[in-house]
């Protein structure tokens, strides 16, 4: 094939580096969710709305509870000035980025936890209103309990995964209407749509936001292992309602499920249905979200709060071929399990992996057979793209695979929020 185009084979590489392979849209139902018309109180719809999960950043929620009161209580204030410790300044996932040392007013603190979800600032206030994380952590079980959130028990204040730290969507939404009812003066803190930071202005995190008529508000969250979750308060022609969503796959996952419960919730007649204290927990161990949100399958114990965070995968060794490209992380192994089979003996072998390519605000996911040498991955794709079209396959460098395994990691960090 070299010969064919007088003998610069590295061209087809040069060729083939054009090519983005088409994203399919994929839309799945999140783990569990519940929406609640504000007015009566009653459960709207409702699935799995008191299975226990991973909480995520709706953690934050709670910090701003607990802390709320701490200031409606006159214990601190929002010009108090904290001291940036060295375990607020080391947290990982979203954050302000402070440094130890550094000096930040508790008000402005709270809000960059509340609209940029930053853990090192949740840490900085925690540790100002209880003396350390753990007995902030403590006051937020205690709160749990107090408003009947059965569920629930807290064991950080930024929540990044750890054992025993869970909560379900119909505590969170029980969080909600707490907050609303507690700290009207406080709660449209969850409305902002950005903060001010060393002379930047940063944006809020949470894009329902900006992405739904009448959106007032509240809180988004992620980590691997909880997937995405976000709680929402919207209204619509005098009609306020509450929905969350808990494990879901994706950002458009979560955002589209938020949509439909949202205009269920607003234009359904009023109900007087079950009120959400009714609806009971149901307990157990939550589910895992780590191989749909971020296709990572875990084995064994967690080595640390987010371990699936902390893993970093090596760039393989040699050249690569993408094959296979999207947003459903299921059909993407599938289409790479095929072409991997029908394309390993001129390949020489090579292995299979699935990379996260953050795109347009979306996850897609990358097929990849890595592990190949050079001649024989450029010749292969050069010629099933003469044969199959030139959706077949994208040549992948050492340096390619390594960017990509590295954009990987980023995501995974910044995105723990």
């Known amino acids: 094939m070299g010969n064919g185009i007088g003998g610069n084979w590295r061209f087809g590489a040069l060729l083939a580096l054009c090519l983005l392979l088409p994203a399919a849209p994929a839309w799945a139902e999140p783990s569990a969710f519940l929406a609640v018309d504000l007015g009566s109180g009653a459960v709207i719809a409702e699935s799995r709305g008191g299975a226990t999960h991973h909480p995520a950043s709706l953690t934050k929620m709670m910090t701003a509870y607990v802390t709320f009161a701490a200031l409606k209580a006159g214990k601190v204030s929002v010009g108090d000035v904290i001291t940036v410790s060295d375990r607020a300044a080391s947290q990982g996932g979203a954050t302000l980025d402070l440094v130890k040392g550094e000096r930040i007013t508790l008000g402005a603190a709270l809000k960059a936890m509340i609209v940029r979800s930053a853990n090192d600032a949740a840490v900085a206030v925690a540790e100002h209103v209880a003396g350390s994380e753990a007995a902030f952590a403590a006051r937020m079980t205690e709160e749990a309990a107090r408003l009947g959130m059965t569920s629930s028990s807290f064991r950080n204040a930024t929540g990044m995964t750890a054992a025993g730290h869970v909560s379900s969507p119909r505590d969170m ?245």
């Not at 949100?293 to 064994?300: D, F, K, L, V, W």
């Open 173 to 417: 939404a029980l969080l909600a209407m707490a907050i609303e009812r507690d700290f009207p003066d406080l709660r449209p803190l969850f409305s902002s749509r950005d903060t001010t930071w060393k002379g930047r202005v940063l944006p809020t995190v949470n894009g329902f936001l900006g992405a739904y008529a009448g959106a007032e508000g509240m809180k988004t969250g992620f980590t691997c292992s909880a997937g995405y979750n976000l709680v929402a308060i919207a209204h619509r022609g005098g009609r306020r309602a509450l929905a969350v969503v808990m494990g879901a796959g994706s950002s458009a996952e979560r955002l589209g499920a938020i949509r439909r419960l949202m205009d269920q919730a607003l234009t359904a007649q009023p109900a007087a249905g079950r009120p959400l204290s009714g609806l009971a927990n149901g307990g157990g161990v939550p589910p895992d979200r780590s191989l749909d949100s971020c296709g990572i399958a875990r084995s064994g114990k967690s080595s640390g709060p987010e371990s699936a965070l902390a893993r970093t995968r090596a760039a393989p060794a040699g050249w690569g071929l993408e094959v296979a490209f999207g947003r459903d992380l299921g059909k993407v192994r599938r289409d790479l399990g095929t072409v991997h089979r029908e394309l390993r003996g001129r390949l020489g072998g090579g292995s299979t992996m699935v990379l996260i390519r953050p795109r347009d605000g979306m996850l897609r996911y990358r097929g990849l057979i890595v592990g190949l040498a050079e001649r024989r991955a450029v010749d292969t794709c050069l010629a099933e793209r003469a044969r199959a079209g030139e959706g077949r396959c994208l040549v992948m460098t050492p340096t390619m695979l390594a960017g990509a395994v590295e954009d990987e990691r980023r995501f995974k960090m910044i995105s723990a929020r």
